[in-house]
């Protein structure tokens, strides 16, 4: 926060950030439109391209109030490529992007990124540190030749790369699928690693209304973990062992599964109690502030709308299918149905997360001896496997459960 309140990157206001790169990608996507369909060719990853954006306009651009600068847009033949595999039309990605101004989300994150929403809720766009950025262009080759086998995952979805730079800073910017649909309320927020050293949200974090908690939280909140029906289980399992392998092949480390959990029968209460309070009339509409902003408009429109990145919901993404909800039952769709310990319903909107390390490119920073003494792992070539696999141990055993069979007729009636 800089001075006067104002969200700041690098001392430039966020909200002059939101602005000019929201002209930079329009008119990105828009020179794309004389570009002709064509199969990719190596060289696409690695193209850039920079445009002037000066106040008077120019030709190919129009003129604005912000401070001058100049957008660079990486391989956007490639990222068009990809963006058309998860079914995203031109149109649509300008018009998300571009028609309405971004969301400023606040970042539970140590890096200082920022992270701006669109407001129709289907992508992120975060800022990246200058070696993220390179690490992506260098991953998008091989990554994509993961996704383009097998588009049902949970790794993140990359839709663009982006440099907006002004009085010589960098502001590096990468398009993602958002995981978390904000019409849906999350009664709680997971970001899990398998690990136990420094997994705990911290004070000023836990005071947020929505915090991300971490591991040592999880394990506090859901002593006996989540449950899922068991082929739902396995289905999410073998999701994250397949993308973890490619992770590990890329020797990627330290990202991070986010969990934002739907409590159904939590949410029927608030809805009972809201009731109450507008039967009385003592709705004073201020309380719930932050869900009246959303249930208006939006919330007809994305609650059971289908979302525009195909295979992106959490059920679709680990290839599972939902059985038939009741029609009356306003349920929102896409997560993935489970229960907690109390045997209360709950859905999962989860995905894998902040994959832009590679183990090469983090050796380098801060590492002490503290840490990798309390984190158990050695100084080896073998840490990027040694975290895919405590990942993997941490969400097969203690975060996810299968539901003792014995139990299934009566779960499943409910669901
Ligand atoms: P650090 O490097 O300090 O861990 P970061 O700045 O790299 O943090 P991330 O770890 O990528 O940030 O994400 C921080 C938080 O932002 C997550 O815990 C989550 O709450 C939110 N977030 C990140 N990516 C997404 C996404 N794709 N959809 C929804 N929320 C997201
Ligand atoms: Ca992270
Ligand atoms: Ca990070």
Redesign the pocket.
């Known amino acids: 926060v800089g001075e006067g309140g104002e969200i700041t990157y690098k001392k430039i206001q966020s909200s002059q950030i939101m602005g000019s790169i929201q002209l930079g990608i329009q008119h990105a996507i828009g020179g794309l439109a004389s570009k002709p369909e064509r199969d990719l060719l190596m060289q696409d990853f690695m193209t850039v391209e920079t445009t002037n954006f000066p106040h008077e306009g120019s030709n190919h651009t129009p003129a604005h109030h912000y401070s001058e600068f100049k957008f660079k847009t990486y391989a956007p033949i490639a990222f068009r490529y990809f963006r058309d595999l998860f079914g995203i039309q031109p149109d649509d990605f300008l018009m998300s992007m571009c028609s309405a101004p971004l969301r400023e989300?606040s970042?539970?994150?140590?890096?200082?990124?920022i992270?701006y929403?669109t407001n129709d809720d289907e992508f992120?766009i975060?800022t990246?540190q200058h070696k993220e950025g390179e690490f992506l262009q260098k991953l998008l080759p091989g990554y994509y030749l993961n996704l383009d086998q097998n588009p049902r995952t949970l790794l993140?979805k990359f839709f663009g790369l982006y440099c907006y730079q002004c009085n010589s800073k960098n502001v590096r910017l990468v398009a993602?699928?958002?995981?978390?649909p904000s019409s849906i309320k999350m009664h709680q927020?997971y970001?899990l690693k398998g690990s136990t050293y420094k997994r705990k949200a911290s004070k000023t974090e836990r005071q947020k209304t929505s915090p991300?908690y971490k591991d040592l939280d999880f394990m506090e909140h859901h002593n006996e973990g989540i449950f899922l029906e068991a082929d739902t289980y396995t289905a999410l399992i073998k999701t994250m062992q397949r993308d973890c392998r490619v992770l590990e092949s890329f020797k990627i480390m330290?990202y991070?599964l986010?969990v934002?959990i739907h409590n159904l029968d939590d949410a029927q209460r608030e809805k009972n109690e809201a009731r109450k309070l507008t039967e009385s009339g003592q709705s004073d509409g201020e309380d719930n502030e932050g869900e009246t902003k959303r249930t208006g408009l939006n919330r007809t429109r994305s609650i059971n709308r289908q979302r525009l990145v195909a295979h992106s919901t959490a059920m679709e993404s680990i290839q599972a299918e939902s059985e038939p909800i009741d029609e009356e039952e306003d349920v929102p769709s896409g997560g993935i149905p489970a229960r907690n310990a109390r045997g209360e319903r709950l859905l999962l909107f989860l995905?894998i997360?902040?994959i832009?390390?590679s183990y090469r490119l983090r050796k380098k920073l801060e590492h002490t001896w503290k840490s990798m003494i309390h984190d158990g792992d050695t100084v080896s070539v073998h840490r990027p496997s040694f975290y895919a696999q405590r990942f993997l141990d941490f969400m097969a055993k203690t975060v996810f459960k299968k539901i003792p069979s014995l139990d299934l007729p009566e779960i499943k009636g409910n669901h």
């Open positions: 989300l970042n539970p994150g140590a890096s200082g990124s992270f929403l992120i975060k990246v993140p993602m699928n958002n995981l978390l927020k970001d991300t330290d991070s986010l934002g995905g997360i902040d832009l390390q």
